[in-house]
Structures are given as structure tokens and as C-alpha cells.
Antibody
Framework: QVQLVESGGGVVQPGTSLRLSCAAS????????MHWIRQVPGKGLEWVAM????????YYVDSVQGRFSISRDNAEKTLYLQINSPRSEDTAFYYC??????????????????WGPGTMVIVS | DIQLTQFPSSLSASVGDRITITCRAS??????VSWYQQKPGKAPNLLIN???TLQSGVPSRFSGGQSGAEFTLTISDLQPGDFATYHC????????FGQGTKVEI
């Protein structure tokens, strides 16, 4: 079954750390760029971070640059998001998502065609 | 950074109506806009990419349009399952979402 499943969310104190995981199955994980997107309940979507299919390039939204770190283990088919020094404004649902087309980069993409159900992070 | 302005933020409609949601980009982004549908408590679902390419399984009453840097999502013959929140996204360079449009009965 083609799916993504996030884990690792919960309540975290400001200034500590948390690592989110996203387990992939049913497709060739190592061929696709992967993203983290977050959503404050009742609000819009905010793209957070992206890692290319082979892990060589990483991109972040300005508000998390230097605090969040995206990584992947293609052998384990798992995507990660390390959240350091979380702030109250990082409280949100966090989704992982797959690029629609394989081997994509930072430009000219085709959207995200597979999403996980999300995991909630509460910074308090 | 490329900004997307999506409007309206919400709208009320009835079953059978035709509605249009608009997304305006802060600069030219060619055809690189995708549209998503999100229902309460669920992850977004990709409906359209490349401004007008319908994803497999998406009903033909959904359509995407473009005029310059302005993009539209039109739903004709609104069905009960279409009441949801819709998001636009640009993928021309990096990734940005619009603010979302909640379609209510």
C-alpha cells in the first residue's frame, strides 16, 4: 500500500528538541523529493522544508532556518524533521508529503501527490 | 519569495452551484500552480497540477484555469462532498501556499 505515516509528535517544552519521522511504504522512496508542511489548526498550509531524492540538497522556510533540520534514510524509507529550540509559534499539525514527479528539485515542480495523516506538535 | 493571494477566504454555496476560487501570484510563475482539497481532520488531496491538469480520479466538474499570473479553480455542479477547504500552491520556485478558501453550505 502506497502511504506515508508520521510519528513523533507530542507536547514539547520551548527550547528543547523533538524529532518527527515519516515512514514510507509502497513506492520507491529513494526516487522522490520529500517535504514537511505544517498547519496551525483552522489556518492555512505552510511549507516548512524539502530534501531532494538523494538527500544532497535541503531547503527551509526562513522562519525555521537554523532550528529545523530535514534528513532522510533511503535504506529505511524514512524521512525526518529535527526540531530544535521549538517556539510556541511552531505549534501545528506537521505533514510529510511526496513530490508528484521523481528526481525533482527546487524549481518547476508538480505539487505533492501523497501526504501522511499528520502528527501534532504542541510547544508549551 | 513568491507570494500567493487566494480569494475569497470563504464562500457559501448550494448543491448544484458553480463556484470559482482565485489565486494571484506576485510574479509570473508560468503554469506551476497546484490545487488541493482538504476536509476536516484530513490531509490535503492534490486535485490539479500544472494549472489545469486534473489528477486521476478527480471528477471532471473540477477545472483549473489561468490568465497570466492569475489562476482559478472552478467547481461546476457542486456536490455535497465538495464542501471543504481548497488551497492553491506555487511550485515555480520553492513552494508557497495560498491562504485557503473554505467552501460552506
Amino acid at each position: 500500500q502506497v502511504q506515508l505515516v508520521e510519528s513523533g509528535g507530542g507536547v514539547v517544552q520551548p527550547g528543547t528538541s523533538l524529532r518527527l519521522s515519516c515512514a514510507a511504504s509502497g513506492f520507491t522512496f529513494s526516487s522522490f523529493g520529500m517535504h514537511w508542511i505544517r498547519q496551525v489548526p483552522g489556518k492555512g498550509l505552510e511549507w516548512v522544508a524539502m530534501i531532494t531524492y538523494e538527500g544532497s540538497k535541503k531547503y527551509y522556510v526562513d522562519s525555521v532556518q537554523g532550528r529545523f533540520s530535514i534528513s532522510r534514510d533511503n535504506a529505511e524509507k524514512t524521512l525526518y524533521l529535527q526540531i530544535n529550540s521549538p517556539r510556541s509559534e511552531d505549534t501545528a499539525f506537521y505533514y510529510c508529503a511526496r513530490e508528484s514527479s521523481p528526481w525533482g528539485g527546487v524549481t518547476l515542480g508538480d505539487g505533492f501527490d501523497l501526504w501522511g495523516p499528520g502528527t501534532m506538535v504542541i510547544v508549551s | 519569495d513568491i507570494q500567493l493571494t487566494q480569494f475569497p477566504s470563504s464562500l457559501s454555496a448550494s448543491v448544484g452551484d458553480r463556484i470559482t476560487i482565485t489565486c494571484r501570484a506576485s510574479q509570473s510563475i508560468d503554469k506551476y500552480v497546484s490545487w488541493y482539497q482538504q476536509k476536516p481532520g484530513k490531509a490535503p488531496n492534490l486535485l490539479i497540477n500544472g494549472a489545469s491538469t486534473l489528477q486521476s480520479g478527480v471528477p471532471s466538474r473540477f477545472s483549473g484555469g489561468q490568465s497570466g499570473a492569475e489562476f482559478t479553480l472552478t467547481i461546476s455542479d457542486l456536490q455535497p462532498g465538495d464542501f471543504a477547504t481548497y488551497h492553491c500552491q506555487q511550485t515555480y520556485t520553492r513552494w508557497t501556499f495560498g491562504q485557503g478558501t473554505k467552501v460552506e453550505i
